[in-house]
Each structure stands twice: as C-alpha cells, then as structure tokens.
T-cell receptor
Framework: SQTIHQWPATLVQPVGSPLSLECTVE??????LYWYRQAAGRGLQLLFY??????ISSEVPQNLSASRPQDRQFILSSKKLLLSDSGFYLC????????????FGQGTRLTVV | GENVEQHPSTLSVQEGDSAVIKCTYS??????FPWYKQELGKRPQLIID?????GEKKDQRIAVTLNKTAKHFSLHITETQPEDSAVYFC???????????FGKGTRLSVIA
C-alpha cells in the first residue's frame, strides 16, 4: 500500500529564517506530487506540483520554492520567511497519468513569529 | 484554467436534517469531481467522487450529482450527525497530470 510522510507536524519560525519542509511517498513510483497551503479558515491553495524529478510547476509567485531531488521526495523551501507565510502546508500525491484523487499528508502547521 | 466556485461558505443544520453543498466549474474538459472532508487540524480526506460519464453516485448517507450541461455538481448528506461537522471541499480536474482545483470550502455545523 502507499503512504505519504510529511514532517514536521508543527513548526514555529522567526521572520527572516529559512524553511525546509519534506514529504516522501512510499509504495509507488513516479507519483505526481503537490504542495498546498491553507491559511486559517481558508481554502486549499496550490503552490507547486511536479510530474517528475526536476520538473516543478509554480502556481503562485511567492517567497517559496520547491524541489524534487528524488522520485518520491518533494521539498518546500524558503530562504527568508515572512509573517504571511504562516499557514497549514499540505503535501499530496496522485497516480501519474490517471485522473484520480489526491492523497494528502498529515500537514505542517507553520507559524512565523 | 479551471475555476471552481463553492457555496455556501458556511452551513448549519439540525441533526437529522439534510445538507446540500453546490459547486460550479468553468472548464468543460473537466471530467473528475472529488469531494473531501477536512476535520479540524486534520488532512483532507476523500469521501466520494464522480466522473463525467455518471450523473449520480451514492454511498450510504452521502450522494453526489453532476450536471455536465450546466457545469455544476452537488454533495448531499442525509440524516446528518454531529460527526459530519467539518469543512467540505469540492474539486475538479481534466486529466491525470493536471492538479485538482479546489473550491474554497464549506464549513458544515450539525447542531445536536
């Protein structure tokens, strides 16, 4: 079976500090990978998605970047966090080439102080 | 690109009543429409989905209907229970390598 791991679960970071959130998927190969952000009480905003190693599509210009160094690893980064980067970050995966659901990780609650 | 509108943003119902959440989409090529439930502090989880070759799908107390002509789909929850209280998201996509586009969510409160 497939599982998705996302860590850490919670994070408190000062303004201007760097960020690295990691997500890995087990039990499948070449998944589509996604990073979503959810501000408090708001919807799911797609930040980045990847259909393969080194292939990253950015949906929203922002203070964040994403990388996919390995097939089942997706990393969300920032060089300098802003207060507005606070939120609930969700990694997700889906089967490549199939029109199916996305499976979400447990999420990381980031608070920038 | 695809745009998904979801209404209402909040919904309160008495326990045992029905709840209906509606979504519209803009891309006529969209052919897959999942619904997710997100409990407080948790990840969104799929509760039901429908494909464009089907008009209705039911799973116990939950049903989804799709009107391709009008480009809208709806979630119906019957005999609501307090544990149905959560945020519900609709979504749409047209292909396997195109990300799901989500509606802004509906906060459902079931009052005992």
């Amino acid at each position: 079976s497939q599982t998705i791991h996302q860590w850490p679960a919670t994070l408190v970071q000062p303004v201007g500090s760097p960020l690295s959130l990691e997500c890995t998927v087990e039990g499948t190969s070449n998944p589509n990978l996604y990073w979503y952000r959810q501000a408090a009480g708001r919807g799911l905003q797609l930040l980045f998605y990847s259909v393969g190693i080194g292939q990253i599509s950015s949906e929203v210009p922002q203070n964040l970047s994403a990388s996919r160094p390995q097939d089942r690893q997706f990393i969300l980064s920032s060089k300098k966090l802003l207060l507005s980067d606070s939120g609930f970050y969700l990694c997700a995966w889906s089967w490549t080439g199939r029109t199916t659901e996305a499976f979400f990780g447990q999420g990381t609650r980031l608070t920038v102080v | 690109g695809e745009n998904v509108e979801q209404h209402p943003s909040t919904l309160s119902v008495q326990e045992g009543d029905s709840a209906v959440i509606k979504c519209t989409y803009s891309d006529s090529a969209s052919n897959y429409f999942p619904w997710y439930k997100q409990e407080l502090g948790k990840r969104p989880q799929l509760i039901i989905d429908i494909r464009s070759n089907v008009g209705e799908k039911k799973d116990q107390r939950i049903a989804v209907t799709l009107n391709k002509t009008a480009k809208h789909f709806s979630l119906h929850i019957t005999e609501t229970q307090p544990e149905d209280s959560a945020v519900y998201f609709c979504a749409a996509t047209s292909s396997g390598n195109t990300p799901l586009v989500f509606g802004k969510g509906t906060r459902l409160s079931v009052i005992a």
